[in-house]
């Protein structure tokens, strides 16, 4: 399992080595390559078309090349969001929760305008952002004209400079008013300071209705510049952060208690604000912005793990883990979308869907993936109730957690592997799945402060791409996740997802390896074989200094 020693590797491991002995082991290794085989082939360029529609079939064939953000992870100050009140230090009257207090995040909102221009530097074509919702309507049915000219302007902007928009609604965050944190225990039923959220028997329908009232606000504003949107980002994933395990705000923990009566009616009434808000983005978005035959193309982005059965440490072939890492992969890449297209939740969690959601059947143009990450699951232990399955996830590990495929591919800071084979594995099984389904990557990116790394994960992300294409997936952009640094929810600050890193002293963004390659990529619409040779393919990356003593850096103790 353990696939070590490349020779891209090996030569890193040289590094290590003092400089005579360096150059006594790549000279062995040359002489000894040419001695038995002749040089490999350049590997051949991938050239991308124009960027087309996400939906429809006239947009297959065209491939986007854009980055990805989220208002709440951006934007500067914003005492309306639950994110804000869930990370302000209890001292100044907030909850205290997570790593770091929001606060000013990038400074992204005062520089929305001026980071359109980091946008052009790489040629990109289009961006991906959220709009925030508490800025828009900072109390129910209130309604921040400021705000809507704020995102107007950025629209404008991205526009001139011909990058395309894509709106996500609902980016893991809400007003406060949605579902207040300091509040959860909603004494007193539904009011307009605090509807109780989702799953609530009164207030479940009154976020639902609400979000469709904020969708058709934005569509009927921004329609004739925008014909992309996102309803939900990773709606299982995030539901599972704030509702199962509470993590996020509004910080409940439905896994501790009654999984399939207190989690499945959140989801429900997610789902069905996705409907609702489907229906409302069509019906209120008139305008084909960009003429491609369609004035309102509305997906989701789904999250997709890589999931491979486990036991004691190690990958295992037992059935009952094999079963677990199905179970596992089922509610986790599937549930969602067999549920937006069947129109029928699966309430028990069984694999059999059973109860009709109005509105929701087939209610998806286009569907985002994101990946990041590979992890073990086992059915040896149930820690999530129901499902009888332990998966290996933010460091805990009770024996699910398996060694990386390559201890390069560990990530510290998040305490997972980035394994760039999983992207394949999940595009192949998803166009499977979901045949005539369009399908984006609209998110994908590693936490490092190694620009090569970066560089390594767009370029390799790209090939694993062009893989699926290869074989005929419906695959029709890549947006990277992230243009720059942000605040990366409960981790805080120290996560380093972007092209372009930020001085939190001066919020200067700085480019880096990873903005400079995929920059080249952009601006040529190709993957140059040098680029490839350079940073592609699937051996040992660039390590991460913090991970040299070793494995620590996954999640796991193996
Ligand atoms: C995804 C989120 C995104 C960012 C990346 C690292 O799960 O959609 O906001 O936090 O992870």
């Not at 109390?139 to 809507?148: F, G, H, K, S």
């Not at 709106?167 to 225990?185: A, E, G, K, M, Q």
């Not at 639902?208 to 709606?235: K, S």
């Not at 509702?243 to 009566?261: E, I, Q």
Request: charged share 25%; proline share 6%; hydrophobic share 40%.
């Amino acid at each position: 399992m353990h696939a070590r020693g490349t020779r891209a590797h090996d030569a890193r491991r040289a590094r290590g080595l003092p400089a005579l002995a360096a150059l006594a082991l790549a000279a062995a290794a040359c002489s000894s390559e040419e001695a038995v085989a002749p040089a490999p082939p350049p590997l051949p360029d991938i050239a991308y078309a124009g960027p087309g529609p996400l939906a429809g079939a006239s947009g297959a064939g065209g491939f986007r090349l854009g980055a990805a953000s989220a208002a709440t992870q951006i934007e500067d100050r914003n005492p309306t969001t639950d994110w804000y009140v869930f990370t302000l230090p209890r001292a100044e009257g907030g909850l205290g929760r997570g790593a770091d207090f929001v606060g000013d995040a990038s400074r992204g909102f005062s520089k929305a305008i001026e980071d359109v221009a980091l946008l052009q530097e790489m040629g990109l074509d289009s961006y991906r952002f959220s709009v925030e919702w508490a800025r828009v309507e900072p109390q129910r049915d209130v309604i921040d004209e400021e705000a809507l000219a704020h995102y107007d302007r950025l629209l404008d902007a991205l526009v001139a400079a011909g990058i395309r928009p894509v709106i996500t609604l609902h980016h893991f965050s809400n007003p406060v008013w949605v579902d207040d944190p300091r509040r959860t225990d909603c004494a007193g039923g539904p009011g307009d300071d605090n509807l109780c959220g989702l799953g609530h028997p009164e207030g479940g329908p009154l976020v639902i209705e609400e979000m469709a009232e904020h969708a058709a606000l934005l569509a009927a504003r921004f329609g004739d510049r925008v014909d992309d949107w996102g309803t939900l980002n990773e709606p299982f994933n995030y539901l599972l952060a704030a509702y199962g395990v509470g993590v996020f705000p509004p910080g409940k923990a439905a896994l501790l208690g009654d999984l399939l009566g207190e989690f499945v009616p959140v989801l429900r009434d997610y789902l069905l604000a996705h409907a609702a808000a489907y229906r409302a983005l069509k019906e209120a978005d008139a305008v084909d912005a960009d003429r491609d035959g369609g004035a309102a193309d509305v997906g989701l982005s789904l999250s997709v793990g890589e999931w491979v059965p486990a036991r004691s440490h190690r990958v295992s072939d037992d059935p009952e883990d094999v079963a677990a890492r199905d179970r596992m992969a089922y509610v986790y890449n599937h549930l969602v979308v067999d549920t937006v297209l069947s129109g029928r939740l699966d309430v028990d969690l069984d694999g059999a869907p059973d109860v009709e959601l109005p509105g929701l059947r087939g209610a998806l143009d286009w569907l985002g993936v994101q990946y990041y990450f590979r992890a073990g699951v086992t059915g040896d232990g149930g820690l999530v109730p129901v499902l009888n399955l332990t998966p290996c996830v933010n460091g805990l590990d009770f024996g699910a957690c398996v060694p990386p495929v390559d201890e390069t591919f560990c990530v510290p800071a998040m305490r997972y592997e980035h394994h760039a084979p999983g992207l394949y594995g999940a595009l192949a099984d998803l166009g499977a799945r979901y045949p005539g389904l369009p399908l984006v990557v609209t998110e994908s990116g590693i936490a490092t402060r190694v620009g090569e790394r970066r560089a390594e994960v767009v370029v390799r992300a790209l090939e694993q791409i062009e893989r699926a294409r290869g074989e005929g997936v419906d695959v029709r952009g890549y947006y990277h996740w992230s243009l720059y640094d942000n605040f990366e929810w409960a981790e805080g600050f120290a996560p380093r997802f972007g092209l372009y890193t930020v001085d939190y002293g001066t919020y200067e963004r700085t480019a880096t390896k990873g903005a400079e390659v995929l920059g080249e990529i952009a601006r040529g619409r190709a993957l140059t074989g040098a680029l490839r040779a350079a940073y592609g393919g699937e051996g040992a990356m660039t390590p991460e200094p913090e991970a040299a003593e070793g494995f620590e850096g996954c999640s796991g103790t193996w």
